[in-house]
Structures are given as C-alpha cells and as structure tokens.
C-alpha cells in the first residue's frame, strides 16, 4: 500500500499534522485508541492550550527554534477551531484553558478534522520494519495478525517522548532518529514530583499550601503539595524541569503573606497566644506542628523578640531542601531534551538532511511549562509539518 504521507503517532501532534497535510495520509498508533494522553489530561477535561503561551514557556538548547511554528499557528487558532467544533471550555488559572467538559472531545474534534480531510487511522499497529528508499520510506507493520508493506513519500515521528510509559510511551521516535542520523540530546523526566529517600514528609502527605520554589536558575509561585514519597504540586512540577541531580531548592512556605508585621501585631494585642496557634492560621496546623520539631517555634508571641521573629520569617521563607530524585518517566507529565532542533527545520520540522523525514511534538527537544503549553507545541509543530508537506506535494 502507497500512501503521500505516513505519521507514525496518533496524538496530538500526530493528528493535528494529518489534518493539514493534504494528499493520502495514514496514521499508525501501537495504543488501543488515539489521543490516550489527550484522554487522561487536565484530570480528563484536557488543558488544550494557554492564553499566555509564548517562545519563554518553552526549554530547548536551542530556545528560538519554536518560534516560528508557535507564531504560525497560535494558541488563538486552537481556540477557534475548539469553537468551531462547539466545544465549551473556561480558564481556570493562569492563563490554563481546559475544555467544560470531557477531553474525550477534542480526540473526537481531531478524528472529525482527519475524517473530513480524508486521513486513514490505524490503531493497535506495531512498527517492525523501517528503511530510507529513493521514493521515501518502506514500512513494514504488523495490523491484526498481518504483516503488511506500506511506502510513503514523507514520513512523520509523532511517537512522543518516554513519559507515562504505562500509557505505551517508548523511545521509538529517538531511535527512528538515530537510524537516520539525527542527533539527540540528553533526555529527562520534567513536570515530575521530587522524591526524598528518608521519607521525611511522609506524615505531611496531603497538606498543601500557595509556595514559592526556585533554584538559581527560575522561580514558580504556585500550589506545594507534600506526598509520602516527597513534594508535588504545580510549583514543584515546574521546577523539577530546571533541577539537577544533586542540586538543593528553595522553598518559601509565605511568599505573599508579610508574616513579621502580623506576628509583632499580634504580639501586641494577643501576646499570651502561642506562636504555633498563630502560626497555624496562615500556614497549614500539620506543617506548622512538623516544623516546630526543626524551628524555633517554642512559647507565647511576647516571648518573641524582633530578632526572633526575623529569624524566624527568614527560615520560613528560604527553607533548604535536596531531592534525592525524581519520580521519573513514571509519572513525569513530559520528556525534557530529545531530537535535536539543529537537525531540523524550525518552519517545517523536516529534517535537514533526510529528505522527506519531519519529527513533531514531544519527540523534539521542544518542551514546556505546565499548564497547556506542550499541548500548544503539539498543536503548533504538527501545523507546521503539515503544511510544509501540503507544499510540497
């Protein structure tokens, strides 16, 4: 079987570029269904994309290759084709667009815009054989107990990257790459919880608070949440993509309460109140309870001098903690690094020098903040090779 296009991948890269390339196009998945990260994203009402997405919200070695594909079709265009889909959706926080109801409709807009433009979808499809000819690609797969030989003129990885692998993630796109040359960067989980190997908030698990994390890279004010394996939560997530083994992180459990001028306040008017009570109204009782056993939290707020108290705020609002990891690919919401940008075009995401050959979404070495923006990449990059191959046709 001959086909314009191949894109190996039903995501939301994979779909997204099938619906512009124009021609005969197939897309092959190994899954059950299409779009299953789409299915179980934003606690299944899918954060499609984010209003304030923009090239800074993306880590790359190369931080201007997104440009281009982002400018070309932006996070407004998705909102409209969610519109014309009537698709109701709401924001909800910083800038984080999630569909009313169930993500399982944008998969069902993506399959109506492949029906429309006439692109065949194959799910439970596995890749045994790939090879470069002179007319493209020879493919040879295995669909319901048959092997079957299939050539294309352009082929497209939008296998994704390693995260979620009980969602069938694997590192096929790296190593279709690496066949054909292309050079990878070091890949890692990003958007994953820290782990602590000493257990050390196992008895805070569940308490969350609005915190400050950083390191001397970048700094995100949003949602901590303590588990029993470590810290998780936006805040936390959005770091881990600039953290290092071995690397110490800084946490602020009060980044906009001005607590020394509301404990000396209280000082005055309730000294015989304990500091732990007052303490426990702007910080969650639990924590308060667990730091008191590493602070000076001891006695009534008179006892407490101004010195005091500035020691205090200062230990509170720069706490020092080291990671012993990650919870890895496991859990990871994305893979940090991948296909090298050098190696590809930034308008069309072909190769440079495999003719034919176009990578997309979270196989590149692409990846975003929390909060819709690798959906955007997805959407934006899958656009861009789609409408490279319409061109070319």
Wanted: charged share 20%; aromatic share 8%.
């Amino acid at each position: 079987m001959t086909y314009d296009t191949i894109i190996l991948g039903a995501g939301a890269a994979g779909m997204m570029c099938a619906t512009h390339c124009g021609g005969r196009v197939l897309v092959i998945d190994h899954a059950k269904a299409a779009g299953e990260k789409i299915r179980i994203s934003g606690g299944g009402r899918c954060n499609f994309t984010n209003m304030y997405a923009a090239p800074e919200n993306f880590l790359s070695q190369n931080p201007h290759f997104c440009k281009s594909a982002l400018a070309r079709y932006t996070q407004w265009d998705f909102v409209d084709l969610v519109g014309r889909h009537g698709i109701a959706w709401h924001e909800k926080t910083l800038g984080q667009l999630f569909c009313d109801g169930s993500s399982k409709q944008i998969i069902q807009m993506l399959l109506d815009e492949m029906e429309r433009v006439g692109s065949d979808l194959w799910v439970r499809t596995e890749l045994k054989d790939l090879r470069k000819t002179d007319a493209g690609f020879a493919l040879e797969v295995e669909r319901e107990g048959q092997r079957l030989k299939l050539t294309c003129a352009k082929l497209v990885l939008a296998t994704g990257g390693k995260s979620i692998p009980k969602m069938g993630a694997t590192g096929l796109a790296y190593d279709i790459a690496k066949q054909f040359g292309l050079r990878l960067t070091e890949t890692r989980a990003a958007l994953v919880p820290f782990t602590f190997s000493n257990g050390q908030f196992k008895d805070l698990s569940g308490v969350s608070l609005p915190a400050r994390l950083s390191n001397d890279k970048t700094s995100f004010d949003e949602a901590l949440l303590f588990t029993h394996r470590g810290l998780s939560g936006p805040s936390v997530l959005q770091l881990s993509s600039y953290w290092r083994e071995g690397e110490t992180i800084r946490v602020n459990l009060i980044p906009e309460l001005p607590l020394f001028d509301v404990l000396r306040d209280q000082r005055q008017s309730g000294g015989r109140k304990a500091l732990t009570t007052e303490l426990a109204r702007h910080i969650p009782a639990r924590l308060v309870e667990y730091l008191s056993k590493h602070l000076p939290m001891q006695g009534n707020l008179a006892d407490q001098s101004d010195t005091a108290l500035t020691d205090l705020i200062t230990a509170l609002s720069n706490w020092q903690l080291t990671p012993s990891g990650t919870e890895g690919y496991r859990t990871a919401e994305v893979t940090l690094g991948g296909i090298d940008t050098d190696d590809l075009s930034s308008k069309t995401m072909e190769a440079r020098d495999v003719p034919g050959l176009f990578a997309i979404g979270e196989a590149v070495d692409v990846t975003g903040w929390l909060g819709g923006y690798n959906f955007q990449w997805a959407w934006s990059s899958g656009h861009a090779a789609g409408i490279a191959i319409a061109g070319q046709s």
